[in-house]
């Protein structure tokens, strides 16, 4: 069973501590490394990349969203969860917008945060209620005939169901098994989707299943 490297950036000691000590005791986590701040961050980063990261977004010399841009630019194959103490809607979807792969509140229970670094880690995106919430209140708050910030995609009803399997969190191999096709097959339609919608990651892939009404 594959383990996984995971750093933490958070300039709050005790809790950063904490931290550090709760994901040690998870199956799959192997390596634990922390900093406190972005810059910090990318320091560790430059000599060892890790498979997750977990930042804060309030921090001193380097925030979180600027660590996150730094990151998602120079090393994409990083999958990025949010922590917070925020569950602002727009700051959230902007986040999404830029590729971050997950989001959690600071008051979530530790077996949540274990399900989430081992599914940004295998499937590329955590789908929780927060982010639900978020997408949803987006389509609610656009006016109306505004179009979604997509290409004009014609998606196949093999991509649709794909699409919705995905957004369950199925991985390529569970989505291959349940529709009796090849990884390869379920991989290729995935790339497929992206290029027509105009995204570059599963999060634009959920986000226009919400706004094109696929899920809801």
Not at 60 to 81: N, R, S, Y
Not at 129 to 155: C, M, W, Y
């Amino acid at each position: 069973m594959r383990k996984f490297k995971v750093y933490i950036a958070d300039d709050h000691t005790l809790f950063r501590k904490a931290m550090v000590n709760l994901l040690r005791t998870f199956e799959r986590v192997e390596e634990v490394k922390d900093a406190e701040n972005g810059k910090d961050l990318l320091t560790l980063i430059k000599y060892d990349i890790p498979d997750v990261a977990i930042i804060d977004l309030q921090m001193p010399v380097m925030d979180g969203a600027e660590t996150c841009e730094q990151i998602l630019k120079k090393h994409p194959e990083i999958k990025i969860i949010i922590l917070t103490m925020h569950d602002s809607y727009k700051y959230i979807l902007h986040m999404m917008e830029m590729g971050v792969h997950a989001f959690l509140l600071k008051n979530t229970e530790p077996t949540e945060l274990e399900k989430a670094i081992y599914s940004v880690a295998e499937k590329d995106f955590y789908h929780n209620d927060l982010v639900a919430s978020v997408l949803r209140k987006n389509i609610t708050e656009k006016k109306p005939g505004q179009r979604p910030h997509f290409k004009h995609a014609e998606i196949t009803d093999r991509e649709k169901e794909i699409l919705v399997l995905i957004c369950r969190e199925l991985t390529i191999r569970e989505i291959s098994q349940k529709l009796s096709l090849s990884e390869n097959t379920v991989r290729n339609h995935r790339v497929n989707m992206m290029e027509k919608i105009g995204v570059n990651n599963t999060v634009g892939l959920v986000k226009y299943a919400y706004e094109a009404g696929i899920v809801s």
